[in-house]
T-cell receptor
Framework: SQTIHQWPATLVQPVGSPLSLECTVEGTSNPNLYWYRQAAGRGLQLLFY??????ISSEVPQNLSASRPQDRQFILSSKKLLLSDSGFYLC????????????FGQGTRLTVV | GENVEQHPSTLSVQEGDSAVIKCTYSDSASNYFPWYKQELGKRPQLIIDIRSNVGEKKDQRIAVTLNKTAKHFSLHITETQPEDSAVYFC???????????FGAGTRLTVKP
């Protein structure tokens, strides 16, 4: 069966510090991978998605970046965090086929102080 | 790109009543419309989905309807229970890349 791992679960970082969140998927190959951000009491904002190694599509201009160094690994990074980067970050994957369910990681609650 | 709007943002009902959440989408190419439920502090999980070749789908107390002409779809929950309290998200996607866009979410509260 397929599983998705996302870590860390919680993170408190000072303004200006770097960020690295990691997500890995097991039990499938060539998944589509996604990073979403959920601000408090708000919806899921698509940040990045990837259809293959090294292929990243960015949806929102920001100081975040994403990388996919391996087929089942997706990393969200920042060089310098802003207060506005606080939120709940969710990694997700779907099969590389139309009209299929998205499976979410447990999420990372990031607080920038 | 696709834009999904969801209403209402909050919904409070009495236990046993029905709840309806509505979404509209902008891209007529979208052909897959899932609904996710997110309990407090947890990850969103799929509860029901509908594809563009059908107009309605039902699974016990939940149902989804789709109107492709008007580009809107709705979630219906009947005989609501306190455990239905959660945030519900609609989404729309199309194509092989599953570029899935979510609505802003509806916080449903079912009062016992």
């Amino acid at each position: 069966s397929q599983t998705i791992h996302q870590w860390p679960a919680t993170l408190v970082q000072p303004v200006g510090s770097p960020l690295s969140l990691e997500c890995t998927v097991e039990g499938t190959s060539n998944p589509n991978l996604y990073w979403y951000r959920q601000a408090a009491g708000r919806g899921l904002q698509l940040l990045f998605y990837s259809v293959g190694i090294g292929q990243i599509s960015s949806e929102v201009p920001q100081n975040l970046s994403a990388s996919r160094p391996q087929d089942r690994q997706f990393i969200l990074s920042s060089k310098k965090l802003l207060l506005s980067d606080s939120g709940f970050y969710l990694c997700a994957w779907t099969r590389d086929s139309p009209n299929t369910e998205a499976f979410f990681g447990q999420g990372t609650r990031l607080t920038v102080v | 790109g696709e834009n999904v709007e969801q209403h209402p943002s909050t919904l409070s009902v009495q236990e046993g009543d029905s709840a309806v959440i509505k979404c509209t989408y902008s891209d007529s190419a979208s052909n897959y419309f899932p609904w996710y439920k997110q309990e407090l502090g947890k990850r969103p999980q799929l509860i029901i989905d509908i594809r563009s070749n059908v107009g309605e789908k039902k699974d016990q107390r939940i149902a989804v309807t789709l109107n492709k002409t008007a580009k809107h779809f709705s979630l219906h929950i009947t005989e609501t229970q306190p455990e239905d309290s959660a945030v519900y998200f609609c989404a729309a996607s199309y194509g092989n890349n599953n570029d899935m866009r979510f609505g802003a979410g509806t916080r449903l509260t079912v009062k016992p």
